[in-house]
């Protein structure tokens, strides 16, 4: 994993701004909430959240994933599979400074070796791997199918993801949605109409990126600017994230906002209309779940 001599992994120094940001939101976040909340906590730069890892995944969304992984396996998140992280009982206890998260790291990075042994390949390091597969071992944000689906998105050509992004709004209740990506035309990909009912109707122009790194705010201006006096709405889409700022860019008062789809939410989407995806249900039982119950 990261190195642990010194003060620890990098990592380590999220863990205690992860479980406050939680607090701070009720308990509970999207995944999204939580970085936003501990990026501006922390004051974490633009250029730090837009760094990428040797892997084109954002480093601080990373550590911030390995922060969560190591947080649920010592009980102070749960490990719900629905892309919300919350507080345990436990969590809601507990407050940790860098101490306390340096001991808490080293007491589930002890229990965790042999596991971790077991996922390195030969001539991998560590380092290689906690850069390359956080999310796919937290599990919980990233399940097989999302990281399979997500691979297969990034690797469509750039005509190819436009036409997908069209399919998707469709199945989305879009209408009339015409792909343009005509080059010189502000980075819009297209349009279409959503209908409120029958009175009331928006038109909407898209953006699709395929990106791997985070969206900043410079994209949502020079979108915002290239939607002006062209549609009612905007909407980009990435099969990345997006930075603090970039988020309340879309938002910014005085301003027409803009819709922000971001990889974990593009993902939701193909889950819940089973667009590329042949569902399959299976259950285990959390006994845990039921010991409030037993008592």
């Not at 730069?45 to 550590?63: H, M, P, Y």
């Not at 915002?224 to 879309?250: C, H, N, P, Q, V």
Request: aromatic share 8%; charged share 25%; with cysteine.
């Amino acid at each position: 994993m990261a190195k642990t001599h010194g003060k620890g992994p990098r990592f380590v120094r999220y863990f205690g701004p992860v479980v406050e940001a939680l607090k701070e939101l009720g308990g509970s976040g999207s995944p999204d909430e939580v970085r936003a909340v501990v990026a501006s906590r922390l004051a974490i730069s633009e250029q730090e959240q837009s760094e990428q890892l040797s892997s084109g995944s954002s480093r601080f969304d990373n550590q911030v994933a390995w922060a969560r992984f190591y947080l649920t396996r010592a009980g102070l998140l749960d490990s719900s599979r629905r892309g919300i992280w919350s507080l345990t009982e436990k969590g809601r206890a507990t407050t940790l400074s860098h101490t306390a998260a340096l001991q808490l790291f080293k007491e589930v990075h002890q229990a965790f070796s042999v596991e971790w042994r077991a996922r390195l390949k030969p001539g991998e390091s560590s380092e290689t791997l906690e850069e390359s597969s956080a999310e796919a071992v937290v599990g919980a944000q990233a399940p097989d199918h999302r990281e399979q689906l997500l691979t297969i998105l990034k690797g469509l050509p750039a005509a190819g993801f436009e036409r997908l992004c069209q399919r998707l709004l469709r199945e989305s209740g879009f209408q009339n949605v015409t792909v343009t990506g005509r080059s010189g035309d502000g980075g819009l990909d297209g349009n279409g109409v959503v209908e409120v009912n029958p009175f009331v109707s928006f038109r909407v122009l898209f953006q699709c990126k395929r990106y791997s790194g985070a969206v900043a705010p410079a994209h949502v201006r020079d979108f915002r600017g290239a939607m002006a006096g062209r549609a009612d709405k905007g909407i980009i889409l990435t099969t990345g994230t997006f930075t603090a700022e970039a988020r309340r860019e879309a938002v910014r008062d005085g301003v027409p906002p803009i819709e922000l789809v971001d990889g974990e939410k593009f993902l939701d989407m193909f889950e819940k209309l089973e667009l590329g995806l042949k569902p399959r249900v299976a259950f285990e039982i959390d006994d845990g779940f039921f010991d409030a119950f037993r008592k």
